[in-house]
């Protein structure tokens, strides 16, 4: 994730626009499923009046190499503020004009909808699943119900029950980019100290102790610029 100098006023913006914004219709069904789920036209529906009304938008460029659609969103500020997110790749199982539609159709949808934290009516897409090639399941790594060991949960090799990493949600991103308050050199200290290229990738578990460590600095920073005013007076 790449971010201009300053994202003070967007990511005020964005955190009006999350407070007001609502999860999105479901106005399709799904055939293979039987489920109602969100098209990309619903999301947009969800966020069309709010992003615009605290000046708002968001920028999808793709491009297609080696049989996968690759997604780069960038978010804009009507102060010139921006936030530019990693690529999103996604495989294009099936050949022809349909499966890339279908691909690129899938990318737009989840992308927007985790860079604003839109609620989608189903995690399912018909035109996803259209993108998606079946996936044969190893013995390596299979997701099974076993004795002691909740449903979906992986297994190893030694049955050892792995559960999934979980990183930051879209809330506590977003206390996380208000508190580093659009200091770009400090954000990228903050990356550098947890080893991880974006904040995004932050694990859920270290979100309290990362929150009060940047709150703790900025206050300090504070005294400091505070202290230095008052001795030149």
């Known amino acids: 994730m790449q971010l201009s100098d300053t994202i003070t006023d ?26 109602a789920y969100s098209t990309i036209y619903d999301m947009w ?5 709010p992003i615009g009304k605290y000046g708002l938008s ?4 793709v491009t ?13 500020h009507e102060s010139g ?21 279908s691909a690129i159709t899938y990318a737009r949808k989840y992308s927007i909808s985790a860079i604003l934290g839109i609620c989608p009516g189903d995690d399912r897409d018909d035109d996803g699943n259209a993108a998606m090639a079946a996936e044969k399941k190893s013995k390596a790594d299979i997701t099974v119900a076993a004795p002691n060991c909740p449903q979906g949960m992986k297994l ?25 308050g659009g200091d770009n050199k400090f954000m990228q200290s903050v990356l550098t100290h947890k080893k991880i290229d974006s904040l995004e990738k932050l694990p859920k578990k270290s979100f309290a102790e990362s929150l009060k460590q940047i709150q703790e600095y900025q206050a300090y920073k504070q005294s400091q610029e505070k202290n230095g005013q008052d001795s030149s007076s």
């Open 58 to 61: 968001v920028v999808q460029e």
């Open 81 to 101: 503020q921006w936030i530019k997110f990693d690529p999103l790749a996604m495989p294009v199982a099936k050949d022809g004009a349909h499966g890339i539609g």
């Open 10 to 35: 967007l990511a005020k913006a964005l955190s009006k626009l999350q407070a007001e914004i609502r999860g999105a219709e479901r106005t399709e069904v799904n055939a293979q499923f039987s489920k």
């Open 64 to 76: 297609y190499k080696d049989k996968s659609v690759f997604l780069t969103a960038v978010l804009l």
């Open 156 to 180: 190893d090799n030694a049955n050892t029950p792995k559960p999934p990493e979980e990183f930051v949600d879209r809330v506590e991103l977003n206390a996380l980019i208000n508190a580093i």
């Open 45 to 49: 529906e969800a966020i069309r009046e």
